[in-house]
């Protein structure tokens, strides 16, 4: 597996491996979607269709340990005061990781992304971008909110929470989370970077 | 003449620069841009016979 470099010279290839099914998150860097070679919407459903990247770009996935009651959570909120828009927070856990993992954690400081979250229904909800009524990819992408750790309870010892999501004092986003259609294949996008066993 | 494979709108970067593109209008693209949507798998070449049938529509339409 590589390691395909972001912004600030960091490294992010996460790829937190744990059972069960839906049980994970893609990620892209903002810059990477917002330079997406190509991407097709429906005009009937609105949904997003087809996405390709530019070479050497690639989908980041990190699956979520079990037990976790918040696995791969979507959520937004409308602001009600302040800058109008959208913030969207994605919610999630990873299982006991090493250390060049937190590392890879650590690096979200200095870098927004997209994610992608599974849905019962098949489809995706991407969240920290969305697509104009164009055909554009737009968003001001997720950051890192929350990074606590619960070390030492008995049944989720070791699970890292993360919560990446838009900045509360800064610019929001004009979109809740967009829908991403079953028909696109993501995990062709993530296959260059997910490590097999 | 080309399709949309998926989907009826959407965007394309080519020559650092990001175009627009429909269903109705995806064929008055320049080639080279036809081109590269194809070999991404974005866009595909209708078969003669999809094609014929089109223009078929298409002079019925005039004709009335």
Not at chain 2, 17 to 39: I, M, W
Not at chain 2, 48 to 60: I, L, P, T, V
């Amino acid at each position: 597996m590589g390691c395909s470099p972001i912004s600030k010279g960091f490294a992010f290839c996460s790829n937190i491996k744990a059972a069960g099914t839906k049980n994970f998150v893609y990620l892209l860097p903002l810059e990477d979607w917002l330079a997406s070679t190509a991407l097709t919407v429906d005009g009937t459903t609105g949904n997003l269709t087809a996405l390709t990247l530019p070479d050497t770009k690639e989908l980041f996935k990190w699956e979520v340990g079990q037990p976790s009651n918040l696995n791969v959570n979507s959520t937004f909120t409308p602001v009600t005061g302040g800058l109008n828009g959208y913030i969207h927070n994605v919610d999630f856990r990873t299982p006991f990781i090493d250390q060049t993992q937190i590392d890879e954690i650590t690096s979200m400081i200095y870098n927004a992304v997209v994610a992608f979250t599974p849905l019962n229904n098949g489809h995706y909800r991407l969240s920290g971008g969305w697509v104009d009524s164009d055909g554009n990819p737009q968003g001001i992408g997720l950051r890192m909110k929350n990074n606590d750790e619960i070390l030492n309870d008995a049944t989720i010892g070791g699970l890292i929470p993360i919560v990446i999501g838009t900045v509360e004092d800064g610019p929001k986003e004009f979109s809740p989370p967009f829908v991403v259609d079953k028909t696109l294949d993501l995990a062709a996008l993530a296959a260059a970077n997910v490590e097999v066993g | 003449m080309y399709q949309i494979i998926k989907g009826t709108k959407g965007s394309y970067v080519f020559n650092k620069k990001r175009h627009n593109f429909t269903s109705d209008n995806l064929n008055e693209k320049p080639k080279s841009h036809l081109n590269f949507l194809e070999k991404l798998g974005i866009i595909k070449k209708l078969d003669k016979d999809e094609q014929s049938s089109n223009w078929g529509d298409s002079s019925s339409n005039e004709k009335g």
